[in-house]
């Protein structure tokens, strides 16, 4: 099963370190029942571009809470074996853990398809998207826009080798 693994930069160069996402059983997104009854389609690479994006909306709520962090999203796709990735059937039907699965971690990096990150440029709407997240979840109406309007930028792709490169310990 591939599963979008929501992280920061430094939460990135730490996997990095290690060698392994995750210290113990961590979140990530798939496509789950609950996920393919939400987004009403049967077409694969949507279902799995929806969970990106559901990971996309987690990293950010990381950002948001690690003032040190780089104001850009990244999500690892990483492939685990099914058992390994289960979604909680009580919240199956919760809008805010739609495609939410746990994975038994840690999963070691090698096993990461890609990493997906903003580009630089997307920095500044990123950085504000993640200080409006607490008004948005209140209920502020314009807040939410500036939220939404981070899916205004695409993560971009990036092969697992250029990981070194992404974190800032390239050569």
Known sequence: M????????????EA???GEL?????????????LR???LSDDIEELEYAALNRAALASLRLVAVD???ARRRV??????ADRDAVADPDRGLDPVALGEVRV?????????????????????EIGEAA????AADQGDDDAQFIVDGADDHELLWYATQEIPNLVGLGG
């Open 2 to 13: 591939r599963v979008y693994v929501p992280l920061t930069l430094p939460g990135l160069a």
């Open 37 to 39: 009854e939400w987004y």
């Open 16 to 18: 990095y370190k290690t």
């Open 75 to 80: 999500v690892v796709a990483v492939d685990v």
């Open 131 to 134: 200080d409006a997240l607490g």
């Open 104 to 124: 038994a971690g840690p999963v070691p990096l090698s096993k990461a398809a890609a990493v997906h990150v903003d580009s630089v440029e997307a920095e500044g």
């Open 67 to 69: 003032p040190g962090a």
């Open 22 to 34: 995750g210290e113990g059983a961590f979140v990530a997104y798939a496509v789950t029942p609950a």
